[in-house]
């Protein structure tokens, strides 16, 4: 990318936001901000618990993520978030006009495969079908590109690069 941009890595849960975000992060010489670390605490416990998040429940998450990312304006950022719905992503650029979206895109099987071997993690598989129902791909007219999660981190987060760096 030839301007500091942020970057929103986003996409249904195992598709590896958590570890492309801070590769990508260092590629490009930005900092990185951890998507969950902005959830509040009833978030997390509601999804461990196996209970998927209602909007009501997301507002105030994408509302601070956005924050962080309005602040890194100019400078450069990478930020994960699911951001499934249009919804979504339309908050968060209203709060940080510029944003730009890398939507890891995978198939369910190479993804639920990715969530059975992770560790530490709160959000349980279960809850994988109703992030795909919920999951709205980036419309053309949406700043932003898809990336397959096939292959290595490094080999996601290079063409991750790529990517960014053909936007207009």
Same mark, same amino acid.
């Given at each position: ?11 249904v849960?195992?598709? @590896? ?11 490009? @010489? ?15 416990a ?19 993520? @956005?924050?962080?990312?309005?602040k890194r304006?100019?400078? @450069? ?35 639920e ?51 960014l760096?053909?936007?207009?």
């Amino acid at each position: 990318m030839r301007t500091p941009h942020v970057v929103v890595v986003m996409g249904v849960t195992g598709t @590896g936001k958590s570890t492309i975000g801070p590769l990508l992060a260092a590629r490009l @010489g930005v900092p990185y901000a951890e998507g969950d670390d902005f959830h509040p605490r009833a978030n997390i416990a509601k999804m461990s618990a196996g209970t998927p998040l209602d909007d009501a429940d997301r507002w105030p998450w994408l509302d601070a993520i @956005g924050a962080w990312a309005r602040k890194r304006t100019g400078l @450069g950022g990478v930020v994960s978030c699911s951001a499934l719905k249009r919804s979504y992503r339309d908050r968060l650029a209203a709060t940080a006009p510029g944003i730009t979206f890398l939507h890891l895109t995978g198939e369910r099987s190479l993804i639920e495969d990715r969530m059975a071997h992770r560790r530490g993690h709160f959000m349980p598989r279960s809850l994988l079908d109703s992030q795909f129902a919920t999951l709205q791909p980036l419309a053309a007219d949406e700043p932003g590109v898809a990336v397959d999660v096939s292959g290595s981190p490094e080999e996601i987060t290079e063409r991750a690069a790529k990517a960014l760096d053909e936007l207009p």
